[in-house]
């Protein structure tokens, strides 16, 4: 079973070239840390208090790449807030998400192929394979759309990170993009969530919008 944050690399990889398309390059990372965080919080193992994260389950998940956040959480001297995590899993992320890619490649779904400059710069792509894969996850998206009262949590997370990373446009058709952005931000507002759950996401959600704003600033200031 694709993890959140699985889905979330798939669609912001392009087919083609098997690199982050470019809407994406700089808020990827920071997403998928909101992923992998919300993941958690569906899963029932952390919450919000107040503004920070703190463990409710110590219970090890399934998934290494989730369980390695888990661990880092876990392991932590003191309660951080959740921006605090986003910006450093999200400052991480290159390795991790190099292992993602290279497991979907090693399930098929991606290819890895090595791409150089001049023989001397060295690095991945992950072209797709098996598109079906992709295709699913895009017509789930489209279907929840259509029918938002049978919106599940983890659906509706991922739309939200959709909505964060500015990826609207490459997940679905250019001509529906504005339509679909209104309805992300109105249905990610009236979520079926716990309470608990609920706070939770949002304030991750909330946390990956300003880590992508700040590294925006940071990139645009004076050299």
């Not at 193992?45 to 703190?54: A, P, Q, T």
């Not at 003191?78 to 390795?95: A, S, Y």
């Not at 789930?140 to 500015?166: F, M, N, Q, Y």
């Amino acid at each position: 079973m694709f993890t959140i944050a699985d889905e979330l690399l798939l669609l912001a990889l392009h087919n083609k070239k098997g690199s982050v398309v470019s809407r994406a390059t700089s808020s990827l990372n920071f997403g998928l840390a909101g992923a992998f965080i919300s993941e958690l919080a569906l899963k029932e193992r952390v919450e919000v208090n107040g503004k920070r994260l703190v463990v409710k389950d110590s219970t090890p998940v399934e998934d290494p790449f989730l369980n390695d956040i888990f661990e880092q959480i876990k392991n932590s001297k003191k309660n951080r807030k959740i921006r605090t995590w986003v910006e450093k899993f999200g400052h991480r992320m290159k390795d991790r998400r190099k292992g993602m890619s290279h497991r979907l490649a090693e399930q098929g779904i991606l290819e890895e192929k090595q791409k150089d400059f001049l023989g001397v710069f060295k690095w991945n792509i992950y072209p797709s394979r098996d598109y079906s894969y992709e295709q699913e996850i895009r017509t789930r998206l489209t279907e929840a759309l259509k029918t938002p009262e049978s919106l599940d949590d983890r659906t509706l997370v991922l739309l939200s990170l959709i909505g964060a990373c500015d990826i609207v446009k490459e997940v679905f058709p250019k001509e529906e993009a504005k339509e679909k952005k209104k309805q992300i931000k109105q249905w990610t507002k009236q979520n079926p969530y716990g309470k608990a759950v609920n706070d939770t996401v949002h304030a991750t959600n909330n946390a990956v919008y300003a880590a992508i704003g700040a590294a925006a600033i940071a990139s645009s200031g004076p050299s």
